[in-house]
């Protein structure tokens, strides 16, 4: 009998998926394959040299690796993204999971690639942006009361608005895309720097964007007419057209 490992055809693979559709493992047997896969017998905790761990990349690259020019389809996704809703994982999972990438460093290359793929992520979904939720979370009562009034106004209005210039990123405090306008909130805590605050508005400047800064004085007026907001505007030289 030959032996060896040969690859599956396409056909090979419908029929293993038809078999074990609706198959489910009983936690005993999942316990005894975890038991049997621990231990030296299968290299837990063996070190590979470096030239061991590249011939085990290059035997993955390219067209070797199985699921080159493969991709999984929207409903995949779904499926995947529906199993995984909810899980959680637990402190000892999280502590291993940390023990095993303590001393890990990734090459040149991989922050490049890993750099390109989040800046790609980031303009197709600009509101998951990390610096987004974190500066949302950090708003201050001030913005928030801002915010309030000028969505009362105003139909699309953004928080934290991503805005992609020539050089970089930045984030508008409230932004309302159809004017081009960027309204920045100057609280009494204001301790940002001057001179950055200058050089980020003519960014803004450059693509067309309008910047306003509120402070608490100004935030006050607003407050006290329920007009303020547009007045406001105006009074800022924003063309406002009313219906």
């Known amino acids: 009998m030959v ?3 040969f690859p599956r055809t396409e056909e090979h693979n419908k029929n293993i998926s038809k078999a074990l559709k609706g198959h489910s493992v009983s936690l005993e ?11 030296s017998q299968n290299a837990l905790g063996v070190k590979r040299s470096v030239e061991t761990r590249r011939k085990i990349s290059e035997s993955k690259r390219g067209e070797k690796n199985p699921f080159y020019g493969k991709h999984l389809s929207e409903e995949h996704r779904r499926r995947i993204s529906e199993a995984n809703k909810g899980k959680k994982i637990s402190e000892e999972q999280k502590r291993k999971i940390s023990i095993a990438n303590t001393g890990r460093k990734q090459s040149i290359e991989q922050r490049q690639k890993s750099s390109e793929s989040h800046k790609r992520f980031y303009q197709l979904h600009p509101e998951k942006h990390v610096l987004k939720i974190r500066r949302i979370s950090r708003f201050s009562k001030g913005q928030k009361r801002l915010l309030k009034l000028i969505e009362a106004q105003f139909k699309d209005v953004e928080s934290e608005y991503y ?3 020539k050089i970089g990123k930045r984030f508008a405090d ?4 159809s004017l081009k306008l960027d309204i920045e909130y100057d609280g009494m ?3 940002h720097d001057r001179e950055m605050d200058k050089k980020r508005d003519l960014e803004l400047l450059e693509i067309g964007w309008k910047v306003i800064r509120i402070n608490k004085e100004t935030l006050k007026k607003i407050i006290k007419n329920e007009e303020g907001c547009v007045e406001m505007l105006k009074e800022y030289g924003v063309e406002i057209n009313e219906v």
């Open 3 to 5: 032996r060896g490992i």
């Open 189 to 191: 805590g204001y301790w």
């Open 174 to 177: 409230i932004a309302i895309p």
């Open 29 to 39: 047997t999942r316990k005894k394959i975890s038991n049997s896969l621990m231990g």
């Open 163 to 165: 805005i992609r210039t």
